[in-house]
């Protein structure tokens, strides 16, 4: 199984797509709520939005991930599925994603 780490965003190679994930028109993984950069995939790939907000995605061929402040890194041929990294925060006793 093959992993991706880009900034805040841990991408994993999966065996199948969910079939309540539905396809979605755009290819961005993660938006930035503090500086506004966003995590796009470029080339031939679907991205799917599973009922509970996860993202997977169906990368063909020549795929990348982009971004303005962690650069572009190339991803194998397959299916995807999209994991943002969570952190704890201690003064609210809450666990919340981490923003980019």
């Known amino acids: 199984m093959k992993q991706y780490r880009h900034g805040d965003l841990l991408i994993i ?5 969910p079939e309540s994930a539905k396809k979605v028109k755009h290819k961005i ?3 930035g709520e503090v500086t506004g950069h966003a995590h796009r995939l470029t080339g031939k790939a679907s991205v799917f939005e599973d009922t ?3 993202l997977y995605f169906n ?3 020549d795929a990348t991930v982009t971004h303005e ?3 572009t ?3 194998a041929p397959g299916i995807h599925k999209v994991i943002r990294q969570r952190e704890y925060d201690y003064y ?3 666990v919340r994603n ?3």
Not at 13 to 17: A, D, P, R, S
């Open 69 to 71: 402040e962690h650069g």
């Open 13 to 17: 190679e999966v065996e199948n797509i």
């Open 59 to 61: 990368a063909v061929a």
């Open 73 to 75: 890194i190339p991803l």
């Open 92 to 94: 609210e006793k809450a």
């Open 52 to 54: 509970d907000g996860t």
């Open 98 to 100: 981490v923003e980019d």
């Open 29 to 31: 993984l993660s938006e």
